[in-house]
């Protein structure tokens, strides 16, 4: 198969990780970084024999030979890169959210459609195996009719008023920070693997610290800044460390979950619980090559990651025999994996009968997450229920 020619804006947290599942596909090079941290971009270029640098991503988007473009920058900045990306016709991987509201993610969604371009968006998370288990379980009718999905996304690296990042901010990361952050991951998860739409929500949203100490200077994602509190302006914090919501799925479907970013000690807690009128399967990122199986009549079980095990429509999410673990870095490879095979094969979205789709999930996913967020946003805002739009 030929290997694509690909480019990554970006080279804090995700521009490192991109990098090197982009690599371990072994279906596409990595010819161009861009960044605004020209220092960081070129340590990360040198590691990895990446021969271009540029503090401009124009420059690179000028370049025919480069045919797809991974944006790893603020969420702020999604917009535009994406949109530049696609007059310039390139096929564009967008790390989440889309953008910070539902114009700008159905105005990329129209112009995705209208240059016939591949398009993504980064909701990795789908692609641990035991998550694919869960819902290929679900496909294949073992849990039943799904009543009720719940769950959480806890992390604590904001817990302290001297934590700082530019997902405080409402100019970097838009007007939602832990829904927009990691409630939207936990959304696509959720939707995904129960085969369901959110359709009405009501959602609670809480700042803890009003006012955050913000560092002279700034570090990368989850980089602690040791001394903060010696050189800091206090400044006024108006995103969200928390959210609560319910939800329903249409009929009968409920559901609830929060999210947060001041639970000490879940460092990235991801919990996904679905009850069915069979059974019910249970997941946590903290333990991902598990999966809990809860029955009424039966005893309950845990099964562990092993291939052989698994549901046929499960297995091409492992690409490692049981009792070796598949986390988080290789949730992007498998990504970026159909991303590439639907660059070289014009027909990968076709799925024969028992293979594992090829989907993943398009700037029209990132658009949905985005409108549930709007609502989240507007339900906080007239303490009340509001309707998720199907988009
Ligand atoms: N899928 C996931 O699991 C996951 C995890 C973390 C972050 N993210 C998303 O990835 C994105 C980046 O987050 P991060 O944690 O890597 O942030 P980060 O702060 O670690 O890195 C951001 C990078 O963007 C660069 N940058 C900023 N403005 C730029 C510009 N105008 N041109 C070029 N480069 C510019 C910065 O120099 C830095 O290198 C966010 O949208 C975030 O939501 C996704």
Redesign the pocket.
């Known amino acids: 198969m030929r290997r694509v020619k690909t480019a990554i ?7 490192r990780v991109h990098l090197e599942a982009i690599r371990r596909t072994g279906a596409a090079d990595v010819v161009a970084i ?4 020209r220092a ?2 070129e340590k990360l270029a040198g590691e990895f024999g990446v021969p271009r640098v540029g ?1 401009e ?1 124009g420059n690179i988007l000028a370049d025919p030979a480069i045919e797809s473009v991974h944006i ?4 702020a ?2 917009f535009q890169m994406a949109k530049d990306a696609l007059g310039a016709g390139k096929h564009v991987l967008c ?3 889309l953008g910070i509201s539902t114009d700008e993610g159905r105005e990329l969604s129209r112009l995705a459609r209208e240059r016939g371009v591949r398009n993504c968006v ?4 789908r692609y641990y195996p035991m998550v694919q288990q869960m819902r290929a379980m679900r496909e294949a009718g073992e849990l039943g009719e799904i009543l009720i999905v719940e769950g959480n996304y806890a992390q604590d690296w904001l817990l302290y008023d001297t934590d700082w ?2 997902r405080v901010t409402t100019e970097a990361g838009g007007a939602s920070r832990c829904l927009a ?1 990691i409630g939207s ?1 936990w959304c696509d998860m959720a939707e995904h693997v129960a085969g369901l739409r959110i359709t009405a929500i009501c959602t609670d949203l809480q700042i803890f610290h009003r006012t955050r100490k913000q560092p002279r200077t700034t570090g ?2 989850f980089a602690k800044i040791a001394g903060a509190a010696q050189d800091f302006r206090a400044t006024e914090v108006q995103t969200e460390d928390f959210g609560a919501t319910i939800f329903q799925m249409g009929e009968p479907t409920r559901g609830s979950f929060t999210a947060s970013q001041v639970s000490a000690g879940r460092k990235n807690r991801l919990y996904l619980e679905i009850h069915g009128i069979r059974a019910s399967a249970a997941w946590s990122q903290e333990r991902p090559d598990e999966l809990w199986i809860g029955k009424r009549d039966m005893p309950n079980g845990v099964m562990v990651k092993d291939p052989a095990l698994m549901e046929p429509g499960a297995r091409a999410y492992a690409d490692l025999p049981g009792g070796h673990s598949e986390g988080y870095g290789s949730t992007f490879k498998q990504l970026f994996r159909r991303f590439y095979a639907s660059i070289v094969n014009e027909k990968a979205d076709e799925r024969a009968a028992g293979e594992a789709a090829m989907e993943y999930p398009s700037f029209d996913d990132g658009l949905r997450q985005l409108a549930i967020l709007e609502a989240e946003l507007k339900s906080h805002a007239q303490r009340g229920w509001v309707g998720v739009p199907a988009v």
């Open positions: 804006v970006g080279s804090g947290f995700m521009g861009a960044s605004r941290n960081a971009a503090s991503y790893c920058t603020p969420n900045q999604h790390e989440k959210p980064c909701h990795n998370l990042n530019w952050d991951h990368e994602t």
